[in-house]
């Protein structure tokens, strides 16, 4: 995602951090306000905890609001203002305006929405509508069309839903962490939650907080008539906090209606949102966990579907309806080619009609490489995204010719390229060393971890950062900040695999050739 902001100096500080702290999987030291931020989410995971019901039909959970939050605006007038606006968009591709409506129809039939009554009793603190639009993602093999409700949304001087709602602590362990630990074990089964936040119950005493606008009939006009009001019976995805509610339920009832405490721990160690990964040691033993999985999820009123294995016996023995369509899948964003138990990292700069200091910014957050094994391939993207920032671009200017045509050269030359590795990171059992290799020249500081044995050696991860456009480091400076990455990535890889590796690493190695650094 890239975030713009209105100050320019403020635009420049951020991304100036972006382009020197490379943090994913890199630990970093806090301060005292971390220290504040888990004060405060303590105090919502105990809400959660007071407030959470199990009812027959499912988990019911409340939305914690901020103490002293300023009033909320019902947000009506933008509501209605962005329902004009998609249904003229629709209404120029019928066929997706159908599928639009039929998903309301879905979700109304279902019970994920109902209908706000006209005369109902107003007991609800909070009564706020929801804008909503679609997006469309044709590649993917299961919802290629989504609604997304925009909960940010707000008035000028006028606080959004997502603005008086806490985040809730992050409960997800990192990507890359599970990522690695995806690269351990021999025998792997990967599955997902079908519409997980759908499947948790919002209580009905927070519904009106999250009211929307739709039509009857979306064949006829936008008329006072044919306009409907729903509200969601259930967790919706566009909520900040919503991540927090879906982890924190699955959380809860692992520790708290879960007989089987050894899969219950493995479940919430693995889990990240809605994506599920389970390791085993044999086909037997990853047919038991994944159907004891099933029944689990199941429990809560949550299809777990899309199961994949890297065992062609595993991915048979699992029930036709919940198997994974294509052997090719992601998992945490990485395609995973299951029959040959291959990782592809793909550098694929989406095109653009226009090119901007945004678009450009897009095209470089676009590309999802949290191993670093493109890290080589975007050095000179970076650059260039300095370079325009050097120059005072608005964000939205066009580029001139001979700007565009050095973008292009950079785009042409790493376009469509990609790594593709083992999924596992040894294929042997044996004990293993790291070795990490730092470096740095005037353009960059990089480091990268190799595990290795005595049999072979496979890239884990790499990191690295441009100096800082506000200042001008020397050379042994930047030797001594590329040393400081090996170390922090080393942290992070040992933490990450703590416990999984089928021996723990021999010896951590580190290395530089800077005289200077090592003196």
């Not at 879960?258 to 219950?264: E, G, S």
């Not at 790594?419 to 790291?434: E, F, G, S």
């Amino acid at each position: 995602m890239v975030e713009t902001f209105t100050n320019e100096d403020d635009d420049l500080a951020r991304w100036d951090r972006y382009w020197t702290m490379d943090n994913s999987g890199i630990y970093e030291f806090a301060g005292t306000k971390n220290a504040e931020k888990s004060a405060v989410n303590q105090q919502v995971l105990n809400f959660f905890n007071d407030t959470i019901e199990k009812r027959p039909d499912g988990y019911y959970v409340r939305l914690p609001y901020k103490q002293n939050h300023p009033s909320l605006p019902s947000n009506k007038a933008i509501a209605m203002k962005r329902l004009w606006s998609v249904l003229k968009t629709l209404k120029s591709d019928p066929k997706l305006l159908e599928e639009y409506n039929n998903i309301f129809e879905t979700q109304l039939n279902g019970g994920i929405i109902e209908e706000v009554p006209i005369h109902q009793s107003k007991n609800s603190k909070v009564i706020h509508y929801i804008p909503h639009q679609p997006v469309v993602t044709p590649h993917k093999q299961t919802t290629k069309l989504r609604i997304v409700f925009d909960a940010s949304s707000h008035s000028k001087d006028c606080p959004a839903l997502n603005d008086v709602l806490h985040q809730g602590p992050l409960i997800l362990p990192e990507t890359y962490a599970m990522l690695l630990r995806f690269r351990v074990p021999n025998l792997v089964i990967t599955a997902d939650v079908e519409k997980a936040f759908l499947q948790v119950h919002l209580h009905e005493l927070d519904r009106d907080a999250t009211r929307f606008f739709w039509v009857r009939d979306y064949k006829m006009d936008l008329e006072e008539g044919n306009v409907v009001t729903y509200r969601f019976t259930r967790v919706t995805f566009g909520l900040n906090v919503s991540p927090f509610l879906l982890g924190a339920t699955i959380n809860y009832h692992l520790r708290n209606a879960v007989h089987d405490k050894t899969i219950a721990e493995e479940i919430a160690e693995i889990l990240y949102v809605d994506n599920l990964i389970l390791a085993a040691d044999s086909p037997k033993e990853a047919i038991r966990k994944a159907l004891l999985s099933k029944e689990i999820f199941a429990e809560m009123n949550m299809n777990l579907r899309e199961f994949l294995s890297n065992n062609k016996s595993v991915s048979e023995e699992s029930p036709e309806e919940a198997r994974a369509s294509k052997q090719t899948q992601k998992v945490l964003g990485i395609p995973w080619d299951s029959k040959h138990d291959k990782l592809t990292i793909c550098c694929d700069f989406p095109s653009t009609v226009s090119l901007t200091k945004r678009t450009v910014a897009r095209q470089i957050a676009s590309v999802f490489d949290p191993f670093g094994w493109l890290v080589p391939l975007m050095v000179q993207a970076k650059r260039f995204q300095q370079e325009l920032w050097k120059r005072n671009y608005e964000w939205d200017s066009a580029l001139p010719g001979d700007v565009r045509d050095h973008w292009n050269t950079i785009c042409s030359n790493v376009h469509g390229l990609q790594r593709t590795l083992d999924r596992r990171l040894l294929n042997v059992a044996t004990h293993c060393d790291l070795a990490i290799f730092s470096d740095a020249s005037s353009i960059a500081m990089s480091a990268s971890a190799y595990i290795f044995n005595d049999k072979q050696s496979t890239l884990v991860m790499a990191k690295n950062k441009l100096p800082s456009i506000k200042s001008n480091p020397t050379i042994p400076k930047m030797e001594m900040n590329a040393l400081t990455i090996g170390a922090r990535l080393a942290i992070s890889i040992v933490t990450a695999l703590k416990g999984s590796l089928p021996q723990d690493l021999n010896n951590i190695h580190i290395f530089s050739d800077s005289q200077i650094v090592l003196n």
